[in-house]
């Protein structure tokens, strides 16, 4: 057991400190890191040896076989025994070879490609679901930073109030209640900073995770304000659900399973027919011989024999039929299972539609909020200095700036988030990036 843990822990790998990383980058170590697409290409690696099994069948099979025996007998002859010795030596082929079978073995060999194709298809989706959650636990910890920062500067403006308060204070401009009002905007403030901090910690660690890094590695990412966010929906809701149904793996690898049970439908069909078998065994044969008081004798021979073999079941108490009937229901399980993937489709790309126009609204609404309330708390400030407004107005522009700064950096991630889970939704994710042809 130790050995094994020892192994399988020689598969983590670790990421450099001093590198800044970005979106694509990490996709790329956890693809090829991460246990499950390993999984999945292994899975699909044994279904290309088993279509070569499937294969194989078209072509004969040849056994060879080397024997050699030495016997040796007392043989009574007369009044007394002689010895005799006797040594052999075979060199036997068999060769076996299905001439004809109505289909059998071609509906086998259909069976092992479709689910050869279901276990590329099934490596794409392993592929498609890492993305995303590598993507989804990037914006994430993009957002949690960006938390940080705001709750920083919005710290900064807390302390600032609370400097103005003190000193008003002194010069008998303003009342201890002030101050202390201040004093607890601070600390709520303070307060704010270290939830976040601590969310960072969390969003760092579901990042190592879906990386498959441990959580103590350092993993630099890139600022949320340097990433650029599109203003809108280049494709239309149609437009992307027709995408998804050309290019989604999970679709394709159920429409694959039904290409596995037509063919098994064929094979079953095949079973009601005779098959036509020849059998070839050439054996090359050399005999020694010697008996007591004589010289050795020899002989040379080639025999074997060539058949022809047809097998037909007349009656097997109803199996074929039933066989039959198995993959009949077998297609139509499959092409139910089909639909359902379709409506499933259909309903992801039109939720992951509707949170990317909210997104997108939210984020301009998060845009003008944090202009207004940015004017706001200057302008309040400014007024508190000159007496023209109290101590309660500034605080609460600086905590309305607060939210502000907080619903800009969650908007970003949300529009970022909306995207990533559109694109997985639709099977774009593990496109290759090529411009594309509107309709």
Do not use: C
Not at 302 to 314: F, H, K, P, R, Y
């Amino acid at each position: 057991m130790e050995q094994s843990a020892g192994q399988s822990l020689s598969h983590e790998f670790s990421t450099n400190a001093a590198t800044t990383y970005t979106l694509a980058e990490l996709i790329d170590l956890a693809e090829a890191h991460n246990p499950e697409t390993r999984q999945a290409w292994e899975a699909a690696r044994s279904r290309a040896a088993a279509m070569g099994v499937a294969r194989s069948e078209l072509y004969p099979t040849l056994a060879v076989a080397a024997l050699s025996q030495t016997e040796r007998n007392q043989i009574y002859f007369n009044t007394r025994f002689y010895r005799q010795t006797a040594q052999s030596f075979d060199l036997a082929l068999d060769l076996n070879y299905t001439v004809f079978d109505f289909g059998a073995r071609a509906g086998r060999i259909d069976a092992a490609k479709a689910q050869l194709l279901a276990a590329d298809f099934a490596f794409n989706d392993a592929q498609r679901l890492l993305i995303y959650r590598v993507a989804n636990a990037y914006y994430q910890l993009l957002n949690a930073a960006g938390q940080v920062v705001a709750a920083r500067a919005n710290l900064a403006n807390a302390q600032t109030v609370q400097q103005a308060a003190e000193a008003r204070l002194k010069n008998g401009l303003a009342t201890l209640p002030d101050v202390l009002e201040a004093r607890s905007a601070s600390a709520q403030a303070e307060y704010d900073l270290q939830a976040a901090l601590g969310a960072q910690d969390v969003a760092h660690g579901n990042l190592a995770t879906a990386l498959g890094v441990s959580p103590t590695d350092t993993i630099n990412v890139e600022s949320i304000e340097q990433l650029k966010l599109p203003d809108s929906i280049e494709d239309t809701v149609d437009q992307a659900i027709d995408r998804a149904f050309r290019q989604r793996p999970d679709l394709m690898s159920q429409i694959a399973r039904i290409r596995a049970a037509d063919a098994r439908l064929k094979q079953a069909h095949a079973a009601y027919f005779p098959t036509l078998s020849l059998h070839a065994q050439p054996d090359a044969q050399s005999l020694y011989a010697e008996q007591q008081q004589l010289p050795w004798g020899n002989t040379a021979d080639l025999d074997g024999e060539v058949s022809l073999g047809l097998n037909w079941t007349i009656f097997d108490g109803g199996a074929r039929k039933k066989e039959v009937e198995q993959a009949q229901a077998d297609i139509r399980t499959a092409q139910a299972q089909a639909d359902v993937i379709r409506d499933q489709i259909e309903n992801e790309i039109w939720s992951s539609y509707s949170d990317l126009k909210t997104a997108f609204r939210q984020r301009q609404a998060a845009v003008e909020l944090l202009e207004a309330s940015d004017q706001s708390y200057n302008a309040a400030i400014e007024s508190y200095h000159y007496g023209v407004r109290n101590l309660l107005d500034v605080t609460q522009a600086q905590k309305t700036l607060a939210q502000a700064r907080s619903a800009d950096v969650l908007a970003r991630a949300q529009v970022l988030t909306a995207l990533a889970r559109l694109a997985f939704t639709t099977g774009d994710a593990i496109q290759p990036v090529q411009p594309r042809t509107k309709p």
